[in-house]
């Protein structure tokens, strides 16, 4: 067996920030042995996290190659997905899910083949370990700090790795607890572990066995024992390394350099059996941990659940009951349907990828299988467009007397609620794909607002088509949300002067083009989604979780 967790070889990274190259790691040569404990420190830009995330496979070096346990990581990427435990510096957990409940989902999508008895085993063993038994039931919003990082330790014990990488596990924790936490690590270490942690806090370090200090532009300083680091930099307290090294890196680099014991790389080919959880089992535990998280947060419940019946008796409140037989008072009910239906879809959806980049991006690392991600959602948001549209239609067509009740494919009603879907269904796809291309949640207003707008204007409900807004009314959904429910409902036979020819035309084949159509939208956006996601979330040339953070790349 390679005595060696981890070599690196040459390893360099450089990024360019605003145009201008900026050296983030120099040249790095690092062995580290079975077991041991490292804590890597040094002054804020000296690239510490950027070399976690290099490690844990997040992403990769300008130059150079790692190995762990004698495979070449880049080569064998999709063999360490959940081989490798890495806690970075933010807690990457669901916040409403309890700690029992996220770490057996977090199992499940992790371990193969694993009995409820087993599964319980793994977790209460973790728990006692971790000191965590008595907040199992408790909400992770409600936990505290160290409570948390432990937490996301518990999480990546789950897998049984023998390699952590922790990015400032004790930072923002008072004294005792950080105290605790690395106590906890160097009893892990002591298991045959491998620990590799970031520290800004120097008061714990004479519990690792080994510190990694790198001056500026990522260059190594100092590789060796705690108890030799004060004698090394001939200084009486370590803090003061860190001026010597701000003013001074280049001649401590060499002096690194020229004592540096080169260990030669020793690779392997053989790897262990490992089967990842398959696509099914993994969906499946994905719907069952979107349906816990909601039922956890009540008010993001009733808000998706309420919102259809609250704009169904909206819709009530505004028309009298013989609407119908008024063909202006008529359409505007269906431009009401339309409205809804294209709110409720995009509301359901369109902060759903952009607030967990940061999670996918981790289960991803840990052997999530993208495609049971999407098709989870996509399995959730059906049955919820579902939802809405049965409450929405059902509480304004019982309200109309008379109602349209002629015909068209199976009754009035059904029709109107799988319109409803359609529309509501496919502009959460539209919501979905919104969600993988911005940053951040708060841009979401805005465009939320803006899209709605665009539907408004381009759909023929308000404004009449003129030759430019008929051209980009086929490319908007309300637009074919809107012919269709007046189509099923025989709008034509009041006369209402049609945004364009043939826009009400009482026919099945009519309707059913325009679900098609919808069909298509829904199968183009998904397929778009994917491809940006991968490209923005999942890629692996970014330097860390948001690369247009100058503060978190720096550190």
């Not at 572990?193 to 190594?220: E, Q």
């Not at 019982?398 to 529309?423: W, Y």
């Not at 607002?449 to 490319?475: D, H, N, R, V």
């Amino acid at each position: 067996m390679n005595k060696y967790a981890i070599q690196i070889e040459h390893i360099s990274q450089t990024v360019f920030i605003k145009h201008k190259a900026k050296t983030i790691l120099s040249d790095l040569n690092l062995s580290v042995k079975r077991g041991e404990f490292i804590a890597i420190v040094g002054c804020s830009g000296a690239g510490k996290t950027t070399l976690m995330n290099i490690l844990s496979g997040y992403n990769k070096p300008s130059t150079g190659k790692i190995y762990i346990d004698g495979l070449d990581l880049q080569k064998e990427e999709k063999y360490f997905k959940g081989k490798i435990a890495y806690v970075p510096q933010q807690e990457i957990l669901d916040q409403t899910l309890t700690l029992q409940k996220s770490l057996e989902y977090s199992l499940e999508l992790r371990v193969k083949n694993i009995s409820k008895q087993k599964k319980k085993k793994i977790i209460n063993h973790i728990l006692e370990i971790l000191e965590l038994t008595s907040i199992k039931d408790s909400l992770i919003k409600n936990l505290s700090g160290g409570e948390k990082k432990r937490a996301s330790i518990a999480t990546e014990m789950l897998s049984d790795p023998n390699l952590f990488l922790l990015d400032e596990p004790t930072s923002g924790l008072d004294a005792n607890i950080e105290k605790k936490i690395m106590r906890k690590l160097r009893e892990i270490a002591d298991t045959g572990k491998t620990i590799i942690i970031t520290a800004h806090t120097v008061s714990n370090l004479h519990l690792c066995d080994k510190i990694l200090f790198m001056g500026k532009d990522g260059k190594i300083c100092y590789y060796g024992p705690y108890k030799e680091i004060l004698d090394y930099f001939k200084v009486d307290e370590f803090v003061d390394i860190y001026d010597i090294l701000k003013n001074n890196t280049d001649d401590w680099y060499k002096k690194y350099m020229t004592n540096e014991k080169k260990e030669s790389i020793i690779t392997n080919n053989k790897k262990e059996n490992y089967e990842q959880v398959g696509f099914f089992k993994q969906t499946k535990t994905l719907v069952k941990r979107y349906i816990s998280s909601l039922l956890n947060n009540k008010f993001m419940l009733i808000l998706l659940l309420g919102q259809a019946i609250i704009m169904g008796l909206l819709i009530n409140l505004a028309t009298e009951k013989n609407c119908m037989l008024n063909p202006v008072t008529a359409s505007m009910v269906y431009v009401a349907f339309t409205m809804a239906a294209s709110w409720l879809g995009l509301f359901n959806t369109i902060q759903e990828i952009v607030k967990e980049k940061d999670m996918l991006k981790k289960e991803y690392m840990s052997g999530l299988k993208f495609t049971s991600y999407i098709i989870s959602k996509i399995i959730i948001f059906s049955v919820l467009c579902l939802y809405q549209g049965i409450a929405c239609v059902s509480i304004v067509y019982f309200h109309l007397s008379p109602r349209p009740e002629e015909i068209l494919i199976t009754n009035t009603l059904l029709d109107l609620i799988i319109n409803f879907f359609l529309v509501s269904f496919s502009t959460s796809m539209i919501g979905i794909l919104i969600s993988s291309i911005v940053k951040e949640t708060k841009t979401t207003l805005i465009l939320s607002p803006l899209y709605m707008m665009i539907q408004m204007l381009f759909s023929g409900m308000f404004i009449p088509f003129i030759e430019l807004t008929k051209t980009i009314s086929y490319f908007v959904i309300a637009r074919w949300g809107y012919e269709s429910f007046a189509t099923i409902s025989n709008l034509k036979k009041y006369n209402v002067v049609e945004p364009a020819e043939n826009f009400f035309d009482f026919h099945s084949t009519h309707v059913i083009y325009i679900w098609i159509i919808f069909i298509g939208i829904f199968l183009l956006s998904l397929v778009v989604s994917i491809v940006i996601i991968k490209m923005n979330i999942l890629s692996h040339n970014k330097t860390n979780f948001d690369i247009n953070n100058k503060k978190r790349i720096e550190e």
